[in-house]
Nanobody, 125 residues
């Protein structure tokens, strides 16, 4: 089992930046494909970004491509989401997710075994 804890959320103005962190504890972190998802009120959970075990492969939702960057530090058991040029439509609870069964888990939430509790990101207009 791996436990995930997100941090770094908050309130920011349009055009601002935030850096989310996800700290993992438990099993060997470098064996987990990681992803970030988000869920806005009244909407389904949606894919934001994903990263492979080594960090060599990444993927992004079209809505965040060019603005968000996912990265990981296996020595620190952490994955990050750097969010720039934030927009009000980025407002959501952001979740970190992990999967041990594959090198790169991709876009589907069902590909991920473990989830954090989420951190709120609010972008004011």
């Amino acid at each position: 089992q791996v436990r995930l804890e997100e941090s770094g959320g908050g309130l920011v103005q349009t055009g601002g930046s935030l850096r989310l962190s996800c700290a993992a504890s438990g099993r060997t972190f470098s064996n987990y494909a990681m992803g970030w998802f988000r869920q806005a009120p009244g909407k389904e959970r949606e894919f934001v970004a994903a990263i492979s075990w080594s960090g060599g492969s990444t993927g992004y939702a079209d809505s965040v491509k060019g603005r968000f960057t996912i990265s990981r530090d296996n020595a620190k058991n952490a994955v990050y989401l750097q969010m720039n040029s934030l927009k009000p439509e980025d407002t959501a609870v952001y979740y970190c997710a992990a999967d041990s069964r594959t090198y790169y888990a991709g876009k589907s939430p069902t590909n991920y075994e473990h989830w954090g509790q989420g951190t709120q990101v609010t972008v004011s207009s």
